[in-house]
């Protein structure tokens, strides 16, 4: 009979849970960069897994991610965007694991979306999140809520490789923690910590936050020599380890989506702060942006516009930052039929010197009930203007991709 009980009690957890995978079979074409190291097609295969579980009030996600290309082997990884156990009673919600946080209104520049590292081999926006590690407490109460998390170990963003004609960088070593002004850790146990509130007032979903943790969206890097050649002078390095640096900022910030006049009016305005050790300044940034659809056919036509300014960065934080004085014009015409056609297009353009732009297109439908199809293409045009660093750090980054996906 305990035999028995035991079979029913595993055959009933196991009805209650959920297995999900899709593997991509993944094809990157670029442009021919006259750079022997780099290689200009990437094959590679892409697996998602996932499981699912729900009793009563407790709730477990697994949703593990990799990749393997056979031409670029530094492009593998295997990282989870989320694993968690949770208590949820839905007005309680207390999590622990591997989790990612979208605090953002706009579409494709997120100021307010610095908790979670990124895996930036991919799309230049939005790149795909890592999971961070973290405890988490939400509660509910009406149509508002409070969030507050503590996370204790700094997941380290993944960067493209020097073999990878996608990336600026060069091979990176492993990251160290500016701790103060004259010492740094490769320890990457740190206190970390934030929350935000979400409520809503007439027509518009507002969030307020706040973050204290190592900062992710800006790169700093450290030479350190590994080998030396013997002059009149004495020793001179003539190779150098290259090694991120990352350091601590805060961060309180509020974001809005607002329905106006049939569109969606979208805000974010962040302040950082730095510590004096850190060397970096102080700055804000805002970003707006509007999305209006329009029925076209038989289909729906989405556009949007937004825009992003940075306030008050020094000439090196400026260096290190993509996107500081910039705008996107954007289209999603979605043909509604069974397939799920849709058709992407966006270019985004530097606003201070107006001669870089970054150009996206993708084509999408699904392909009968298991599979779906993707093709398109990325292409940057930069030109450097008075030492001006933007996008041309990205300018080899031209490619076609394809991408056919089976679901299970």
């Keep these: 009979m305990k035999l028995f009980s035991l079979f029913f009690l595993a055959l009933s957890l196991f009805s209650m849970t959920k297995f999900n995978a899709d593997v991509g079979f993944n094809q990157r074409l670029f442009k021919d960069d006259d750079n022997s190291k780099t290689k200009s097609y990437n094959p590679a295969i892409n697996l998602k897994f996932g499981v699912k579980h729900k009793t009563n009030n407790f709730k477990a996600k697994v949703l593990m991610d990799s990749l393997y290309d056979f031409a670029d082997k530094e492009r593998f990884y295997f990282y989870p965007e989320e694993a968690w156990v949770a208590y949820d009673n839905d007005e309680d919600i207390i999590k622990l694991g591997f989790q990612h946080l979208n605090w953002s209104s706009t579409e494709a520049f997120r100021p307010s979306d610095i908790v979670n590292s990124r895996?930036?081999?991919?799309?230049?926006?939005?790149?795909?999140?890592?999971?961070?590690?973290?405890?988490?407490?939400?509660?509910?109460?009406?149509?508002?809520?409070?969030?507050?998390?503590?996370?204790?170990?700094?997941?380290?963003?993944?960067?493209?490789?020097?073999?990878n004609s996608y990336g600026a960088f060069p091979d990176l070593e492993d990251p160290i923690i500016l701790e103060d002004r004259n010492s740094t850790t490769d320890d990457l146990w740190h206190h970390q910590f934030g929350g935000i509130l979400n409520f809503t007032i007439g027509k518009s979903d507002i969030g307020i936050h706040y973050v204290n943790h190592i900062d992710r969206s800006e790169l700093d890097v450290s030479l350190f020599p590994t080998n030396f050649i013997v002059t009149p002078l004495g020793p001179v390095p003539s190779s150098f380890d290259i090694v991120p640096v990352f350091s601590r900022?805060?961060?309180?910030?509020?974001t809005s989506q607002t329905a106006i006049f049939e569109s969606i009016l979208k805000t974010e305005l962040v302040h950082r702060n730095h510590p004096d050790y850190t060397g970096k300044k102080d700055h804000m940034i805002g970003s707006l942006g509007i999305e209006k659809s329009f029925s076209l056919g038989d289909g729906e036509l989405t556009a949007l516009a937004e825009g992003i300014y940075t306030f008050s960065l020094n000439n090196l934080?400026?260096?290190?930052?993509?996107?500081?004085?910039?705008?996107?014009?954007?289209?999603?015409?979605?043909?509604?039929?069974?397939?799920?056609?849709?058709?992407?297009?966006?270019?985004?353009?530097?606003?201070?010197?107006?001669?870089?732009?970054?150009?996206?297109?993708?084509?999408?439908?699904?392909?009968?009930?298991?599979?779906?199809?993707?093709?398109?293409?990325?292409?940057?045009?930069?030109?450097?203007?008075?030492?001006?660093i933007g996008a041309e750090v990205l300018d080899n980054a031209d490619f076609i991709y394809a991408n056919i996906k089976r679901y299970f």
């Design 317 to 388: 934080q400026t260096q290190n930052v993509l996107f500081d004085n910039d705008a996107l014009l954007g289209f999603r015409y979605a043909f509604n039929d069974t397939a799920g056609k849709e058709i992407n297009f966006s270019v985004i353009s530097d606003l201070k010197y107006f001669n870089q732009h970054i150009y996206n297109f993708d084509y999408s439908q699904r392909i009968g009930n298991d599979w779906k199809a993707e093709i398109g293409l990325n292409f940057v045009d930069a030109q450097v203007k008075n030492n001006y």
């Design 249 to 254: 900022v805060s961060q309180v910030g509020i």
């Design 119 to 163: 895996n930036f081999d991919g799309t230049i926006k939005n790149a795909n999140k890592i999971g961070e590690l973290m405890l988490s407490y939400k509660k509910i109460f009406g149509n508002s809520s409070v969030m507050a998390f503590y996370a204790p170990y700094f997941m380290k963003p993944l960067y493209p490789g020097e073999e």
